[in-house]
């Protein structure tokens, strides 16, 4: 049975109401870190759906216990940006972050219960592509708030 996805509030949130550039900057640099510590490569999701396809296409359900570490480091990543101070101006693609986030962990849990139930994991499977496609539009939303404040990213 398919489990509610997690939606993550305004009030959720660490607030800080500082707006100067000086803590824009340093807070996308801590964002930038909590994603890389979570997840250490960017090559996570090539990865993850490496390990969903072979454990599908040999039919050992086993491998899919090579989930398992994902799953964990979406709740690392969740924890560190509930507890991130975030200025005003990043508080709505904070949120938007979060929950995609939340989307994308409920889609791996559903990937992960093939063994269980097929075809909720092969949904999970096209969450998770779905999912990846709005992250990569949600980064530019985080670009077009820093580039309105004046703020060249971390790493460039």
């Given at each position: 049975k398919e489990l509610p996805?997690?939606?993550?509030?305004?009030?959720?949130?660490?607030?800080t109401f500082d707006q100067s550039p000086e803590t824009a900057?340093?807070?996308?640099?801590?964002?930038?870190?909590?994603?890389?510590?979570?997840?250490?490569?960017?090559?996570?999701?090539?990865?993850?759906?490496?390990?969903?396809i072979a454990a599908m296409y040999e039919s050992d359900f086993e491998k899919l216990k090579g989930l398992d570490?994902?799953?964990v480091s979406y709740d690392?990543?969740?924890?560190?940006l509930l507890s991130l101070p975030v200025p005003p101006d990043f508080i709505t693609v904070h949120l938007m972050y979060l929950n995609?986030?939340?989307?994308?962990?409920?889609s791996v849990q559903n990937m992960r219960s093939a063994e269980q139930d097929a075809i909720l994991s092969v949904i999970g499977l096209r969450q998770f592509i779905d999912i990846y496609q709005e992250f990569i539009e949600m980064t530019k939303h985080f670009k077009?708030?820093?580039?309105?404040?004046?703020?060249?990213?971390?790493?460039?």
């Open positions: 996805v997690r939606i993550f509030r305004e009030e959720e949130l660490t607030r900057l340093a807070y996308l640099k801590s964002f930038d870190a909590l994603v890389i510590d979570a997840f250490k490569t960017s090559a996570y999701v090539n990865d993850l759906m490496a390990i969903y570490p994902y799953l690392k990543l969740t924890r560190g995609l986030l939340a989307k994308e962990q409920h077009d708030v820093y580039t309105k404040k004046g703020i060249n990213p971390p790493g460039g």
